[in-house]
């Protein structure tokens, strides 16, 4: 059973433990990113990465045509679930006149309206994303398919036959 929270004059303590609001949330990210799986921090390679020995370390993130595509249908997909689940127009009905004091109606329509925005920018935005990165996906084939058509060029170029028997 949780016990009540309450405000006191320096600020917002919860469960009676007598930490404020931010030192809570500060211990609460502490556990959380110490119980988070180094395999899903792909900002940074982890400290044994920093040699060259031209493999990917561990965790790391290694991108290929498949999952760049993959994603962008992901970011499309969500854009259309977004789309799919908007907000109902008629959600502010109750907070109209004369149910709503004038100045509230005004204030919640107006926040209807800014919300509503708001929502359409992150549906553009996660289309948009989509196709950033399926024309990046695009560019990767390239720059991979110029990087093995050097490789064998550079076989061709450079290479010399040598027989079994020769070995």
Known sequence: MMEPTFQGRTG????????????????????????QPTATQIDHLPPEASGDTGAPAAGSLVANATS?????????????????????AELTTMARLPRAHEEVARQVARFATFADDQYL???????????????????????????????????????????????
Do not use: C, M
């Open 12 to 35: 917002i303590r919860s469960r009676g433990n007598g930490l404020s609001f931010a030192e809570e949330w500060a211990q609460l990210k502490a556990d959380a990113l110490a119980r």
């Open 121 to 167: 920018d992150a549906v553009a935005l996660f289309a948009a994303l989509s196709t950033r990165l399926r024309t990046a996906g695009g560019g990767f084939v390239e720059v991979d398919g110029d990087t093995a058509r050097h490789f064998l060029d550079n076989i061709l170029r450079y290479g010399q036959y040598v027989a079994p028997e020769a070995r």
């Open 68 to 88: 760049i595509n993959g994603n962008a249908n992901l970011l499309i997909e969500i854009a259309g679930f977004l789309h799919e689940g908007r907000p109902d």
